[in-house]
């Protein structure tokens, strides 16, 4: 579908939406920004404050999304004083990660080659030694696929909540729907904010049909097949650009 005339709803949250809604501008489609989540801080701050402070502890730390590494700067710079990190790798989940990690001065060690989880844990499994101690910066209900693939092969996971995602408060989030031809989806919560703003999974499938649905991801797409949406459109590459790239195709 040529996207020049189309409305694109924009379901992330809102501190990451606006670069989005100008690549849709950039296609001649109008945007709507409608986020079904917001990015706040996790239940127990503490521990994800602790892991910062002792770094040096870590072979590696995995960053599985951007407000992670924002997250874990913040808690840097809390503490004062700065930390070393010479001796500690870094993994991305993603270009976008990676590019978060380049703004504060960190080039990351490891980009998972399709930007999933998944991929990172076997990434991960080549460049480690059983023995070595890996600290995963995620999100509080993120799955627990690296964690378990890492410890079931003698690595020492330690998992800290960076961060939690939180349903958004978006009174107005029917009529913006209503007035989409497009719906986009970039992660699963995005998907489960959708089904909750909308008052259940029967809403949301009415109000979905007839609207192309579009995933940055497998893991998204069966997020939303789970909800009972038509999937129509899923990126090769797991990103907004991958994603406006396959919107453009079909």
Excluded at 214 to 219: Q, S
């Amino acid at each position: 579908m040529a996207l020049a005339g189309k409305t694109v709803l924009i379901t992330r949250a809102a501190n990451d939406a606006e670069a989005f809604a100008r690549a849709v501008r950039e296609r001649g489609a109008e945007p709507i920004i409608a986020p079904t989540i917001e990015i706040g801080p996790p239940d127990d701050a503490a521990a994800a404050q602790r892991a910062v402070r002792e770094i040096g502890r870590y072979s590696w730390i995995v960053f599985t999304a951007r407000p992670g590494v924002d997250a874990f700067f913040e808690n840097l710079q809390s503490l004062g004083d700065p930390l070393s990190m010479a001796n500690v790798k870094v993994a991305a989940v993603g270009p976008k990660t990676a590019e978060r990690l380049r703004s504060f001065g960190i080039q990351a060690d490891l980009v998972a080659s399709r930007f999933t989880t998944d991929d990172v844990s076997r990434e991960l499994l080549e460049r480690t030694r059983e023995g070595d101690r890996v600290l995963i910066y995620a999100a509080q209900e993120s799955r627990d696929v690296l964690r378990s693939v890492l410890e079931g092969n003698g690595r020492v996971p330690i998992v800290v909540a960076a961060y939690k995602t939180r349903l958004a408060s978006n009174p107005n989030f029917p009529q913006k729907v209503a007035r989409a031809n497009v719906l986009t989806f970039t992660s699963g919560s995005t998907v489960r904010g959708f089904v909750a703003l909308l008052g259940g999974r029967d809403a949301a499938i009415r109000t979905a049909r007839g609207k192309v649905v579009a995933c940055i991801g497998p893991v998204t797409a069966d997020e939303a097949r789970d909800a009972g949406l038509h999937v129509d459109a899923v990126a090769e590459e797991y990103t907004t650009e991958g994603l406006l790239a396959v919107l453009e195709r079909i």
